[in-house]
């Protein structure tokens, strides 16, 4: 449909400018027209303006702690009696995100042509993701959308917290060991040759260990071309690999079988699943709805694969708790959904379990951090010393070097 640039006076006689979409000029003036609009000057947007706009390798990305800003500032306004359009408006002009605020300025247009909020967001995917769509469509439904809103703020604090947690444990080794090995291969690629070149104007026979340090040395600076360049093919290749369907799959099957890892993954997976199924049923999302948004969130495609079985049983008439996979889910959750499922509580039960997951997390990252660290300084403690008694080895026998 096409779109018409506008600046108009509201019925307070301020100046708006937005975008509006209608079959014709008349028919945007029309529209303008009904929703109180005076003063009203249309112009057709230019096709190659409007994908200028939208196309940005310097976008920033839309993160959990973004959607949490905006859902309880949202929230809040609502509550106060704000009307979605000027709580829209304002968050345009507060919210730090500049992808966030360019879709909202368009979901603010949307919505004052007649649009419910839901399905204005809709139209920005990569902002607003479908967790957030359908607990919106499900609260106008209600009529509870500031309440909604407000259990979305924490959830989405809550999903923030979870995903940081499995970063850090990720990524907390990874860091260590990468900067240790600049640091060794700093000395072998600098110091050891300034040593090797002081020891060959001794002459004589050099100890067992420093002449395997300086052949290492050597090695290095004569292929570290090759080393880069290999270094570079891993990390892209990788990098790619993972991007695919069979990729990803085999990563994620990797992650669950990690010795002390696989326990951060799999519970954050647990607890991601829960506490997004459980603010779903808790906004009025149908369930089977709910569980097929749920299994995209777990952040592992075998689980998110054995949930789409999940919602086929679900969808046959069986109960959630018979048709969790038990491989991927233990029999602590299973039975906790049944009760939740026989009293009618799903919704509280699977926030418990979400609770107990982020928890578990908790204590599982902290339990491979305090394991990490001693492990870490007694192997890079091992390869530095190595590296001292090597090279300072000849100094001790410097009466047998000197001819």
Do not use: C
Not at 129 to 134: A, D, T, V
Not at 170 to 193: E, K, Q, R
Not at 299 to 314: A, F, P, Q, R, Y
């Amino acid at each position: 449909m096409p779109r018409f640039n506008y600046v108009a006076r509201d019925s307070y006689g301020f100046v708006r400018k937005g975008v509006i979409e209608a079959e014709s000029i008349q028919l945007a003036e029309e529209n303008l027209i009904h929703q109180g609009f005076r003063d009203i000057q249309i112009s057709a947007q230019k096709k190659i303006e409007s994908v200028k706009k939208e196309i940005s390798l310097f976008k920033p990305k839309v993160k959990e702690r973004d959607l949490a800003i905006f859902s309880r500032q949202l929230g809040a306004m609502l509550g106060a009696g704000i009307s979605i359009a000027a709580a829209l408006e304002i968050l345009a002009e507060q919210l730090p995100n500049k992808t966030m605020k360019s879709a909202l300025v368009k979901v603010r247009d949307d919505v004052l042509s007649g649009n419910s909020l839901s399905k204005s967001m809709s139209k920005f995917p990569n902002v607003f993701p479908e967790f957030m769509i359908n607990l919106v469509g499900a609260a106008e439904e209600s009529g509870k959308l500031d309440e909604i809103l407000k259990r979305a703020t924490i959830y989405y604090e809550k999903i923030a917290m979870i995903k940081g947690k499995i970063k850090s444990a990720s990524w907390y080794p990874i860091a260590v060991v990468v900067i240790a090995t600049l640091i060794v291969g700093g000395i072998l690629t600098f110091i050891v040759p300034t040593f090797a070149q002081i020891y060959e104007s001794f002459g004589g026979e050099l100890p067992f260990l420093t002449q395997i340090l300086i052949n290492i040395s050597n090695g290095i600076r004569g292929n570290i071309l090759y080393i880069v360049g290999f270094i570079v093919f891993m990390i892209v290749g990788n990098s790619y690999f993972y991007k695919t369907a069979t990729g990803k799959e085999f990563y994620h099957r990797l992650f669950l079988k990690i010795p002390v890892l696989k326990n951060i993954f799999h519970k954050g997976a647990l607890a991601k699943f829960a506490r997004t199924l459980s603010t779903l049923i808790n906004g009025g999302v149908p369930i089977l709805r709910a569980i097929e948004i749920s299994s995209k969130t777990v952040g592992n495609v075998l689980i998110e694969k054995s949930l789409e079985k999940t919602k086929l049983d679900v969808e046959k008439g069986k109960s959630l708790a018979v048709s969790l996979d038990k491989k991927y889910f233990p029999l602590m959750f299973t039975a906790m959904v049944n009760v939740g499922e026989n009293t009618g509580r799903l919704d509280e039960m699977l926030d418990t379990i979400a609770n107990f997951y982020e928890d578990e997390v908790d204590r599982e990252v902290d339990a491979l951090i305090s394991l990490l660290e001693p492990m870490l300084m007694v192997v890079i403690g091992g390869v530095v010393g190595f590296i001292l008694i090597a090279l300072y080895l000849p100094i001790f026998k410097i009466g047998e070097l000197i001819k």
